[in-house]
């Protein structure tokens, strides 16, 4: 049985949330993970492609080449802005990358870290969605920056439900302007207005590190094949602690010089990362004229010869399309930044060449707006129907239940038997090669799981027993064979 070797990074640390660190010129609501891994058995061959890679690139004086030598100001338009050197280093870098590698990645909200505890005393219940309210606040939080609901959040509680209100209120009167265009801005806000009467003091300000680490836990719970890993992650005492306690086995420390896989993930942390600030600065407003208007991109986004489009196709294949899987890009309630950067590599991925792109010329960025956007609401449609968005991810005992992963293609699998989680979620538990695992369902066979368990002898006569699985003109399917 093999053993496989992970390696931990991040980029946009911020380890006190505090008023001077949220108003820095300089500050990035994203915290952004990334993990790369292999079999063990790859490490040498690796090390070694890796080491090449980096004499081509490191400077005379440097110890290691880090994501730092990737400057903010050379992504103003993604690849489109870069150097030619930093083109062709970020080319060399995802060459290095293959099917038979393991590549994780999330995106956490700090803002959205801020609102859950300012606002925890809201939780889901089967009429309110408080994960949608918080997301709802976190966002125009971030968008449009209001500074006096930024520094009444380090005030009195009282002070803030103030702050809060006139914002919202004032969003509302100026959306007014164009409510074609921002009526849901408004719907949203007027619903948060309605229920928004308490909120806590903040007493923590420290960040938490749960979140990525648990998304990784579900990453690798989709990896059968993987039963004996060793998460190596830089110097970080917090992260460390964090992943012991969540109950990963083999967790140490490196230092990045001493560790190629730390630095690998560096880089990739590092270039996912300056995507996800640049769209950050495309779309932010840039004056209360703005604020009303619809927010394109640049077009010079979209102005790419062909090698830079194959940037963006070598991504897309990283992130994306190897190790295709559930949870391996994995983001917070709020995570639009994520959402855009994933909806521009599959917008660019679709065309076979610069010359393609070109013939839309200034269409492209209206084109992209109608793509993104539809990326952004199936990620808000996801928000609102996945249970696997409740429940305290500090508590190990709600970290490693898996998603059954269903495609248009059929699976068969022994059901053991079917039940509902304490969250209401729908969950079959299934047996594969000598082990029961529950898996969480989606929620459309709610319906199907209902069915089975409103009759005992039913149940008993089926299970154990085969059901294949299958995603299916629109729906998902359970059919016992």
Request: net charge negative; charged share 30%.
């Amino acid at each position: 049985m093999s053993d496989y070797n992970f390696y931990y990074d991040e980029s946009q640390h911020s380890r006190l949330l505090n008023l001077e660190t949220i108003k820095a010129d300089e500050f990035y609501d994203g915290f952004v993970v990334a993990i790369v891994g292999w079999d063990s058995q790859r490490e040498s061959d690796l090390a070694a492609q890796y080491c090449e890679f980096e004499k081509k690139y490191l400077s005379p004086n440097a110890k290691e080449l880090k994501s730092t030598c990737l400057k903010r100001s050379q992504f103003k338009y993604g690849f489109k802005s870069l150097s030619q050197h930093n083109a062709r280093l970020i080319s060399d870098y995802l060459d290095l990358f293959d099917e038979e590698m393991y590549v994780y990645c999330s995106f956490s909200s700090k803002v959205e870290l801020l609102v859950d505890r300012l606002f925890s005393r809201y939780q889901n219940q089967p009429c309110f969605n408080a994960d949608l309210m918080k997301y709802s606040l976190a966002k125009p939080l971030v968008q449009y920056r209001p500074n006096e609901v930024v520094e009444s959040i380090y005030k009195s509680p009282d002070d803030l439900l103030d702050a809060l209100r006139d914002f919202l209120l004032n969003r509302i009167e100026d959306d007014k302007a164009n409510p074609e265009l921002k009526w849901t801005e408004m719907d949203q806000f007027r619903s948060i207005l309605e229920v928004m009467d308490h909120v806590m003091p903040l007493d923590d300000y420290q960040w938490e590190y749960y979140s990525p680490l648990a998304g990784f836990g579900l990453y690798l719970s989709e990896h059968n094949e993987i039963d004996n890993c060793t998460l190596i992650i830089d110097q970080e005492e917090n992260t460390r602690a964090a992943a012991e306690r969540l109950g990963f086995d083999g967790v140490r420390e490196a230092d990045s010089s001493e560790c190629f896989g730390v630095r690998m993930a560096d880089m990739l942390a590092g270039i996912v990362a300056k995507l996800m600030k640049a769209i950050r600065d495309e779309v932010t407003y840039q004056s209360r004229e703005d604020e009303i208007k619809k927010n394109l991109f640049d077009v010079e986004w979209f102005n790419l010869n062909d090698e830079r489009l194959e940037l963006y196709k070598k991504l897309c294949r990283v992130l994306i399309q190897y190790d295709k899987c559930w949870y391996k890009v994995y983001g917070s309630g709020f995570s639009d930044d994520l959402v855009v950067l994933i909806a521009l590599l599959k917008y660019l991925d679709g065309f076979d060449g610069a010359a393609q792109l070109h013939e839309l010329g200034a269409n492209n960025a209206e084109r992209f707006n109608t793509f993104c956007c539809n990326s952004l609401s199936e990620h808000f449609q996801v928000l609102s129907d996945d249970p696997l968005h409740t429940g305290d991810l500090s508590d190990p005992k709600n970290l490693f239940r898996p998603r059954l992963r269903i495609t248009d293609r059929p699976r068969t699998y022994m059901v053991m038997d079917v039940m509902f989680g304490e969250d209401g979620a729908p969950m079959a538990l299934i047996s594969e090669n000598g082990h029961e695992n529950a898996y969480v369902l989606p929620a459309d066979l709610s319906g199907w799981v209902s069915m089975v368990l409103s009759n005992v002898d039913f149940k008993v006569i089926l299970f154990p027993g085969k059901v294949r699985f299958q995603y299916f003109e629109g729906r998902f399917r359970a059919d016992f064979l």
